[in-house]
């Protein structure tokens, strides 16, 4: 009994979470910006990281996969792959570019608006929403993280509310 109190009281654990099971917050935006939805994972946060997790990835991979991984071409798409980064892992798979196989291949057939994927634009633009959404995520990551009052008082005014 007293080892628990001392272990709940004690500089290394906070809110009864284990020292090794707390995360930095650089730790925490560097996961959430690599795969969305770890970050308020590992902040504890599991019911909104969870559906941060399959949303944000479930347009992802359904864009890369609509597109043909073009969406994380520069060579295709020059300005707008760097919107795309919001999710880390567009900057990850550009470095592999499964598309600059076809580059030259791509490049002629653009030009000749022929056998570019029938739904490339569409695919491009959910990759382009999802790391717009994943920066959102790590902003409230980040805002959660700075100013945790702000989150309880807006939970207390909406169960007054009911």
Not at 118 to 146: E, F, K, P, Q
Request: aromatic share 8%; charged share 15%.
């Amino acid at each position: 009994m007293l080892v628990d109190i001392i272990s709940a009281n004690s500089s290394r654990c906070r809110d009864g979470i284990p020292h090794l099971m707390q995360h930095s917050i650089l730790g925490q935006l560097v996961a959430a910006w690599l795969v969305p939805g770890s970050g308020h994972i590992l902040s504890g946060r599991k019911n909104t990281g969870i559906w941060l997790l399959l949303a944000i990835n479930g347009l992802w991979i359904l864009g890369m996969l609509l597109s043909n991984f073009e969406a994380s071409s520069q060579q295709f798409h020059p300005w707008l792959f760097w919107v795309g980064t919001g999710c880390g892992s567009t900057l990850v798979l550009s470095w592999f570019e499964p598309a600059s196989d076809l580059a030259l291949q791509g490049l002629a057939t653009v030009q000749k608006y022929q056998d570019v994927p029938r739904w490339n634009d569409t695919g491009a633009l959910l990759v382009y929403c999802a790391g717009l959404l994943n920066l959102l995520s790590c902003l409230d990551l980040l805002d959660a993280r700075i100013d945790p009052s702000r989150r309880e008082a807006s939970a207390a005014g909406e169960e007054n509310s009911l």
